[in-house]
């Protein structure tokens, strides 16, 4: 039978090895697209260029030194300011302890800049910027992520990643290389996807291990690329006997 002894991925009928290439490109584009997501969503956090460690460890476990609100800010948020004055304003009342008597000097701004998408009716990820009550929990100490948007993501990120992996795996279980190297790849693969998850919740609760995230996505990034470049040269390069 063919799955239990292939003849690798040279010998399809070309419309099929064009449909399998065309699915080993467009997936190794939606993850260079997700690594351009990541880097373009948690690089802005510490206001210095570039995607660091601390970015990702103010990402997930918070940053005793600020708030959340002022974390969202200055990081991704920072773009929906209709001006710099405005945003401006909002540093001035969060430096000045963000007192409610003076929330109507602001209420205006967040009107126009996170109305939209943080009204009470919108409350997109559960933030409210239309009353003082409702942007109170935005005014406490920043403990990063919350455990509920955490599983949310990681939920999310589970149900998209392993049928892609899957099928790359799969695709990849069809070649002419070796079984031992078939099975290390594979298993890394799967292994990375639970690396990758699980540093997320190690970091928001230990940050020291920040570092494990940026390890975790390399990992993911890496058996991506091994099992598309492999399965290509099979497809393509790969000599028959």
């Not at 697209?33 to 990541?38: E, Q, R």
């Not at 959340?68 to 405005?86: C, N, V």
Request: glycine residues 10%; neutral net charge; hydrophobic residues 50%.
């Amino acid at each position: 039978m063919f799955w239990q002894k292939t003849e690798g991925l040279g010998r399809l009928p070309s419309s099929s090895k064009l449909g399998i290439t065309a699915f080993l490109l467009i997936a190794g584009i939606g993850y260079l697209l997700g690594f351009a997501n990541i880097y373009l969503t948690y690089s802005p956090i510490d206001q210095q260029p570039g995607m660091s460690i601390t970015d990702v460890r103010v990402a997930f476990s918070g940053s005793p030194e600020g708030t959340a609100l002022e974390r969202a800010i200055d990081g991704t948020m920072r773009e929906y300011f209709g001006s710099d004055a405005e945003y401006g304003q909002v540093k001035d009342w969060l430096k000045a302890g963000a007192p409610k008597g003076s929330f109507d000097g602001v209420a205006a701004v967040f009107a126009g800049s996170c109305g939209s998408c943080h009204s009470a009716d919108a409350a997109v990820a559960g933030v409210i910027t239309d009353t003082y009550t409702g942007l109170q929990p935005q005014l406490e100490r920043d403990t990063g992520k919350p455990v509920p948007r955490l599983v949310s993501i990681s939920h999310t990120h589970v149900l998209a990643t392993l049928p892609v992996i899957f099928l790359l795996c799969l695709v990849f279980a069809f070649t002419l290389q070796r079984e031992t190297v078939k099975t290390v790849v594979i298993l890394f693969s799967f292994l990375a996807i639970v690396l990758d998850i699980g540093s997320w919740w190690l970091a928001k609760f230990v940050p020291a291990l920040a570092p494990l995230v940026i390890i975790g996505g390399v990992c993911l990034a890496l058996s991506f690329l091994v099992l598309i470049l492999l399965s290509l040269h099979d497809l393509w390069l790969r000599r028959r006997a």
